[in-house]
């Protein structure tokens, strides 16, 4: 069964810092790997994606993310932290049926990020 | 800003009531997709829709219910509630012609509180 695990629950990073956020899927087929970020009170808005080609991704808000294979992985990055990156972030893995258009999303229990001044 | 609104915003209720909240996808989207967030099961897929017609089925409890009308606008339905239940319910839209998995728009959620 398809499956997102981001073992990190909380971290805390200074302002300036670098960051990794760690996210491991379980899926038979190509993954099709997403991003997202949610700010207190919003809706979750994507940072970025993989489908195919380049393994290294760039996103918005100068996030990136890179896929490997072989370890089935897909780590968003970011040299340096903002205060305003603070939120929660989720891995998704993307399941497809292509006889019938449906896709959705399976999400991991997400990554809250702290930013000290 | 995504372009999909979700009303109302916040509800709160009785264990034993029955809730219904609305999502207007993003103007032309044809797909809606209903999440469920809490904080112990995470996010979770419930439902989508695709120009009217069910198209996948996920965790979703045979007390809840959803469909998607002409407008294309959605609902989804709550019954029987109970404390449980209580959780943020996000609804996603994504364009027409997609059959990989795309990027999802998502509202603000509505965040249903039973009591």
């Known amino acids: 069964a398809q499956s997102v695990t981001q073992p990190d629950i909380h971290i805390t990073v200074s302002e300036g810092a670098s960051l990794e956020l760690r996210c491991n899927y379980s899926?038979?087929?190509?993954?099709?790997l997403f991003w997202y970020v949610q700010s207190p009170g919003q809706g979750l808005q994507l940072l970025l994606k993989?489908?195919?080609?380049?393994?290294l991704v760039q996103g918005i808000k100068g996030f990136e993310a890179e896929f490997k294979r072989s370890q089935s992985s897909f780590n968003l990055r970011k040299p340096s932290v903002h205060w305003s990156d603070a939120a929660e972030y989720f891995c998704?893995?993307?399941?497809?049926?292509?006889?019938?258009?449906?896709?959705?999303?399976?999400f991991g229990t997400g990554t809250l990020l702290a930013v000290q001044p | 800003d995504s372009g999909v609104t979700q009303t109302p915003k916040h509800l709160i209720t009785a264990t034993g009531q029955r809730v219904t909240l609305r999502c207007s996808p993003r103007?032309?989207?044809?797909?809606v997709y209903w999440y469920q967030q809490s904080l112990d099961q995470g996010l979770q897929f419930l439902i989508q829709?695709?120009?009217?017609?069910?198209?996948a089925k996920g965790n979703i409890l045979e007390r809840f219910s959803a469909q998607q009308f002409p407008d294309l606008h959605s609902e989804l339905n709550l019954s029987s509630l109970e404390l449980g239940d209580s959780a943020l319910y996000f609804c996603?839209?994504?364009?027409?012609?997609?059959?990989?998995?795309?990027?999802?728009?998502f509202g603000e959620g509505s965040r249903l509180t039973v009591l």
């Open positions: 996603a839209s994504s364009p027409p012609g997609y059959y990989l998995p795309g990027e999802l728009f």
């Open positions: 103007s032309g989207d044809l797909s």
């Open positions: 899926y038979g087929a190509t993954p099709y």
């Open positions: 993989y489908f195919s080609g380049d393994t």
């Open positions: 829709y695709y120009n009217g017609e069910e198209r």
């Open positions: 998704a893995v993307g399941v497809s049926d292509y006889g019938g258009a449906t896709n959705k999303l399976i």
